[in-house]
């Protein structure tokens, strides 16, 4: 005869969706041949710009020296493949990084939780969750990265799930309401961080979670 699961209905949904995930590290793995199709350039090319790129980039903030946020906001966008190339290396090679998407994943398939990214920079977080079939909105600044992020999601067919967002309409959403946040190394960059993160209270669903990294 047919024998009975003991397993509760709940349990065995968590494992089907666990079993399907996409990792964060399969995902980052086609990261350096979108970045080369975005630039126009070969593999190499890359490697040998993103080696290069977190020390230029370091070179060119500490010589602004931005002091409020509209400057930060300025120098971020002078900062264009700069800033992208030194992100891109970021992702590749954390692994604490890696696991930390994984189980936020994991923990909003649960959940089946509506996601806002903020500070999604080039779109890697947002990509993660959307692969694994939630729907996100992500918040950044134009620019460079953005338009990366664009793109890669595009290739990798989640564009339908990921709904951009400027900062001011992040200001100007009072309606909206999301089950999971997720702030992975923004605050610190922000003038006034606490101001941030009580927008990020405001926006939280009664008992989502939120999940914010930073280094101050």
Known sequence: GVRASTTPARLQVRALHWDRMRSYASLVASLN???AQFLRVDDV???????TARAERNRRWIEADPRTEEERNRVYSSLGELDLLKYAEWHLGDRDRHALHDRAVRLALDRRARVLDVGGGIGDTALAFAANGLDVTYVDLPGV????????WQQLGVSERISP???????????DRFGMIVSIEVLEHLENPVHHAARYLELLETGGLLVVTACF
Request: hydrophobic fraction near 40%.
């Open 45 to 51: 090319t890359v490697a040998e710009r993103m080696r």
């Open 165 to 175: 967002l400027s900062p001011d309409e992040f200001w100007k959403s009072p309606n």
């Open 33 to 35: 041949e979108h970045l």
């Open 145 to 152: 990265c953005a338009d990366f992020a664009r793109f890669r």
